[in-house]
């Protein structure tokens, strides 16, 4: 009888070792979310190799101002909105066009860092967004104002923008 095929996984030590990080920054992304992905087995953590890898190739950046400074991209601030879109998409695209949009919890505002980064949260998640009553701000038309999320059901709003 044999058992499903599981990776060898590494415990943090070498999970750091392999990242080229401190076991204090991972123990910190695990502590703060932004990290790879790891399982908790009892007392132990552990993280798959292929993890670690998926988990880099979202850290590639082109440019140190890329995300204003170096290191790690920020997190998108409201964890329901974020969930939904990893769970509607993948956590390669949060991080590339929700993590580094602005967020106004006041008014469930969105505002992208790029226009192209406005096209393709509204072309993937037009109604997510809806469902979640959120509106996308047009970062061509910052000044434009923005109204509230809209009802349940109905398109998400672009204020500014078309």
Not at 17 to 35: A, C, M, W
Not at 129 to 151: E, K, M
Request: proline share 11%.
């Amino acid at each position: 009888m044999s058992g499903p095929n599981i990776p060898k996984l590494l415990n943090v030590n070498e999970a750091a070792e392999r990242l080229g990080v401190s076991v204090s920054y991972l123990n910190k992304l695990r502590l703060t979310g932004g990290g790879p992905p790891y399982a908790k087995l009892g007392a132990r953590v552990a993280y798959d190799q292929a993890d670690l890898t998926a988990w880099v190739e979202t850290q590639k950046q082109r440019s140190t101002s890329e995300y204003g400074s170096p290191g790690p991209p920020p997190c998108f601030p409201d964890a329901t909105v974020r969930t939904r879109i990893v769970a509607e998409r993948d956590q390669a695209f949060a991080v590339s066009y929700l993590d580094p949009s602005a967020w106004d919890p006041a008014t469930r505002t969105i505002t992208p860092r790029t226009s192209q980064a406005k096209t393709a949260l509204l072309r993937e998640l037009r109604t997510v967004f809806a469902d979640l009553g959120v509106t996308i701000i047009d970062p061509a038309r910052p000044d434009a104002s923005a109204t509230a999320g809209p009802p349940s059901g109905s398109p998400a709003p672009v204020a500014g923008g078309r």
